[in-house]
């Protein structure tokens, strides 16, 4: 069964540092990672999505790597704000199953401190 | 705007209710997921429906009962739950297209 880890649980940084949040997976068959973001209470907004076949994903300040082989995924976020703060949530899924069918790490609380 | 749309936000109801949610996807995909999100515990998947098929079922307990009318909708029927049902319910939908999955804001419920 996959199983899906995100490190650290918890991070606080000052306003402008950059922000590196890892997530490793066990079964490195998989079909697609995506990186969400999720403020307290609400859902979840996709942030990258990487197809098994590509090594990384960018998007303004943010950028995704995927390493299949070791099993690893890690977002960038660079010049950090205090509106990044959020629980950051990387998810897998399986080529055999359907395309929305994920499973989550417990997620990255981030604090960004102005 | 995700393009998912649950309702209730918020809503409390009693061990003995009968309530339901409602979720709606206007991006045209194909596939729609209820997942559970508890306190300080990773996303659960609970239901899988592709094409108005449910092609999942993740050992969700009867009290939850869903019912998938068609590819755009979804509903998760509640009665008799209980108060470790508490929890913050969220749908997803994805294309067989791929573009990865899109959530709703989920619905904080309580049970009291």
């Known amino acids: 069964k996959q199983e899906v880890t995100q490190i650290p649980a918890a991070l606080s940084v000052p306003e402008g540092e950059n922000l590196v949040l890892n997530c490793s997976f066990t079964?490195?068959?998989?079909?697609?990672l995506q990186w969400f973001r999720q403020d307290p209470g609400k859902g979840l907004t996709s942030l990258l999505l990487?197809?098994?076949?590509?090594r990384e994903q960018t998007s303004g300040r943010l950028n995704a790597s995927l390493d299949k082989s070791s099993g690893r995924s890690t977002l960038y976020i660079a010049a950090s704000q205090p509106g990044d703060s959020a629980t950051y949530l990387c998810?897998?899924?399986?080529?055999?199953?359907?395309?929305?069918?994920?499973?989550f790490g417990a997620g990255t609380q981030v604090v960004v401190t102005p | 705007e995700t393009g998912v749309t649950q309702t209730p936000r918020h809503l409390v109801m009693g061990m003995t209710n009968k309530k339901s949610l409602k979720c709606e996807q206007h991006?045209?995909?194909?596939?729609m997921y209820w997942y559970k999100q508890s306190a300080k515990k990773p996303l659960e998947l609970m239901f899988v429906?592709?094409?108005?098929?449910?092609?999942e079922n993740n050992s969700v307990p009867s009290r939850f009962s869903p019912e998938c009318p068609n590819s755009s909708h979804l509903f998760l029927h509640l009665h008799t739950l209980q108060p470790e049902d508490s929890a913050l319910y969220l749908c997803?939908?994805?294309?067989?297209?791929?573009?990865?999955?899109?959530f709703g804001q989920g619905t904080r419920l309580t049970v009291v």
């Open positions: 997803a939908s994805s294309s067989s297209l791929g573009g990865g999955a899109f």
């Open positions: 079964d490195s068959a998989i079909y697609n």
């Open positions: 990487i197809q098994s076949s590509q």
């Open positions: 998810a897998v899924s399986q080529p055999t199953d359907s395309w929305g069918k994920f499973q």
């Open positions: 991006l045209g995909h194909n596939a």
């Open positions: 429906y592709n094409f108005k098929e449910q092609t």
